[in-house]
């Protein structure tokens, strides 16, 4: 099974807004509403923002957003901060009852 | 605090073997679904295997055949032996509790294992 499809970077500037893509199957994404976002800071552990497609964890800033339609899967981040900066991976669940993570996304902020 | 550390990781040549532990905190292993995924060097993730609160244990295509996750439940700790390893296997491996394949959290901080002659 192939990883999901993220864009490898995408960028802005502080204040702004930015949406990460994240396009898998009608065995993935589009099958579940299963969809979670994780960002990911150089040499650090991934750490949880988005669950279920849209939830966000106690603790995670209300300017992270997720959304999903059809196959393809969106973060969305408001308010662009430099601390945003940092790599993002979209995970599904899968038909095979196990997860598939997507390539990963680079953000920088300009 | 729910926390997750992981240990066991280093150099190893191909072909040999490694048991990797990650020491639970704040919730109890057996009631949870557990994994471990995988990141090799400047790559993406890898979802490597998941031990589900019954027992229950699945694998990767890559590895399956040659890792096996456990648990002690006397120690709260989740396993990963490690055998047959090859140059592919490099990587850190973080344990992550596994909320019935939908999300992960919380994760370990990761454990480095290197497959090298």
């Known amino acids: 099974q192939s990883a999901l499809t993220q864009p490898a970077s995408v960028s802005g500037s502080p204040g702004q807004s930015i949406t990460i893509s994240c396009t898998g199957t009608s065995s993935d994404v589009g099958g579940y509403n299963y969809v979670s976002w994780y960002q990911q800071h150089p040499g650090k552990a991934p750490k949880l923002m988005i669950y279920d497609v849209s939830n966000r964890p106690s603790g995670v800033s209300n300017r992270f957003s997720g959304s999903k339609s059809g196959n393809t899967a969106s973060l969305t981040i408001s308010g662009l901060q430099a601390e945003d900066e940092a790599d993002y991976y979209c995970s599904s669940y899968t038909s095979s009852s196990t997860p598939i993570f997507g390539g990963g996304t680079k953000l920088t902020v300009l | 605090e729910v926390q997750l550390v992981e240990s066991g990781g280093g150099l190893i040549q191909p072909g040999g073997s490694l048991r990797l532990s990650c020491a639970a905190s704040?919730?109890?292993?057996?009631?949870?679904?557990m994994s471990w995924v995988r990141q090799a060097p400047g790559k993406g993730l890898e979802w490597v295997s998941v031990?589900?609160?019954?027992?229950?244990?699945y694998y990767a295509d890559s590895v399956k055949g040659r890792f096996t996750i456990s648990r002690d439940n006397s120690k709260n700790t989740l396993y990963l032996q490690m055998n047959s390893l090859r140059a592919e296997d490099t990587a850190v491996y973080y344990c992550?509790?596994?909320?019935?394949?939908?999300?992960?959290?919380?994760w370990g901080q990761g454990t480095l294992v290197t497959v090298s002659s």
């Open positions: 704040g919730f109890t292993v057996s009631s949870n679904y």
């Open positions: 992550a509790r596994d909320m019935g394949g939908n999300w992960f959290d919380p």
């Open positions: 031990i589900y609160s019954g027992g229950s244990t």
